[in-house]
């Protein structure tokens, strides 16, 4: 019998990798600009990390986490987000006491039983990122904006950025209570989740998908109104900053995301064209986080784009390939007279290709395959006169050039190509 792959856990197909090596060097570039170091953990951890680190009332532990017990007896799961992982990793190996303010990024496949469909997956990927010991808003604001550079940078069409402040725990505790008492008001209203959610973890109605749930919290309390001075004057100096960067921003007070650990700033970015997953990356501050895992004080802020959603909306608009095919007509003289050329181009960082054993058609069939932009033709006649024929594979022009000027002329060719796409 034919063995599948698990259900919601997707192959990535050779025909796609270029995109996804597109989205991470992208990331890398942009994380380098405003010096964010690399880090890498394991993708199992203990799984009492997450129920700390997480919170246990939240869908994301109490439903979606991979959770076994290994051969040792010890309960383990397969991480379902990068942010508990990462500080653990830093308190662990003390990277705070080596340096206060830390900026790390990390890719990587994160693992949750959710229900499968366009844009939720079992496996998924994300490019993650935490910033640690600075609790002024221009951190906020420069991380947010680091966020949006990264949506644009990546292509990604009509992209929004909405806002919250969530406050802390003090101004949060209070909007809780008036909450709640109004969600008591409507109870009846509330999907089956959400009518216990009201009592345990009152915000987190606010963000239910339910359309029941969604009026119902029409005329619901609103949390900037229970704002303690400390935390309104971080979220204006917030929003005042990210004006100062230029990031287009809109204020949603019903933007509670689904993680406990959310403290003062909240955010999400949604894209065109995902229909109903529209969030391509959603993130915010964790001022306790850092000690609630064991580690010293530490204010952060992070946040985590879905690099699938990212992929389907990146479509077929992505850069062509950067190199060239080499056609080769004629005997052994000819083929050698090619692998010259391949051998060049290779070692200029060019990328090449060849069939020459191949028939002619058949091998202008699999340069037209190759996605390359350009192809070199080589024949009797080429040979002879020391020079290569250029074809340009997308409006079929020619052009004969000295196989001396060959490589420089391919390169030049292809960057152009590169700047104009
Ligand atoms: P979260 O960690 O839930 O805040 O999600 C951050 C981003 O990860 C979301 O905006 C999505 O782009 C992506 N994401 C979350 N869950 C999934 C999933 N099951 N499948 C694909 N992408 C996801």
């Keep these: ?35 964010f170091e690399e880090l890498r953990t394991p993708i199992l951890e203990r799984t ?67 229900r499968p469909q366009k844009g939720r997956y079992r496996q998924f990927h994300q490019i993650n990122a935490e910033r640690l010991g600075e609790e002024g808003p221009f951190s906020d604001a420069e991380t947010l904006q680091l966020a949006y550079v990264l949506a644009t940078s990546l292509g990604l069409k009509n992209v929004t950025m909405e806002v919250n402040s969530l406050g802390c725990e003090d101004c949060r505790a209070q909007f809780k209570k008036a909450l709640q008492e109004f969600l008591m008001k409507q109870a009846d209203r509330l999907c089956p989740d959400c009518s216990r959610r009201m009592r345990t973890n009152p915000l987190r109605v606010l963000d239910c998908k339910a359309a029941s749930c969604k009026e119902a919290v029409i005329g619901a309390p609103v949390i900037e109104d229970f ?36 403290t003062r700033t909240t955010f999400e970015i949604t894209a065109e064209g995902l229909g109903s997953q529209n969030a391509v990356a959603g993130g915010g501050r964790y001022d306790s986080l850092v000690k609630t895992l064991g580690g010293p004080e530490t204010p952060g802020i992070g946040f985590a784009f879905g690099m699938e959603r990212i992929i389907m909306l990146l479509g077929e608009s992505i850069m062509p390939a950067y190199g060239c095919f080499i056609v080769a007509q004629g005997d052994e003289e000819v083929r050698r007279y090619a692998i010259g050329l391949l051998t060049e181009l290779r070692s200029a960082g060019i990328a090449a290709e060849s069939v020459p054993e191949k028939s002619f058609k058949a091998q202008m069939r699999r340069a037209g395959k190759s996605g390359y932009p350009l192809c070199a033709i080589i024949g009797e006649d080429e040979l002879k006169d020391s020079m290569v024929t250029i074809k340009n594979l997308e409006d079929s022009s020619q052009v004969k050039i000295a196989r001396a000027d060959a490589r420089e002329k391919i390169a030049a060719l292809l960057k152009d190509r590169g700047e104009n796409a």
């Design 48 to 114: 009492e990390l997450f129920l700390r680190g997480i919170g246990d009332d939240t869908d994301v532990v109490e439903k979606q986490m991979y959770t076994f017990t290994d051969k040792g007896g010890e309960s383990v799961s397969l991480r379902p987000e990068a942010t508990a992982s990462v500080l653990r990793a830093v308190i662990e190996h003390g990277l705070l006491t080596e340096d206060p303010i830390r900026k790390l990024y990390s890719l990587g496949p994160m693992f949750r039983y959710e």
């Design 227 to 262: 704002l303690c001075s400390d935390c309104r004057d971080h979220y204006q100096q917030v929003l005042a900053s990210l004006d100062a960067f230029g990031v287009p921003f809109r204020k949603n007070p019903n933007l509670v995301r689904g993680l406990d650990y959310y």
């Design 1 to 35: 019998m034919e063995i599948k792959a698990i259900r919601g856990m997707n192959d990535i197909l050779p025909e796609d990798v270029s995109k996804w090596r597109f989205v991470e060097e992208t990331a890398r570039r942009i994380f380098a600009l405003y010096g």
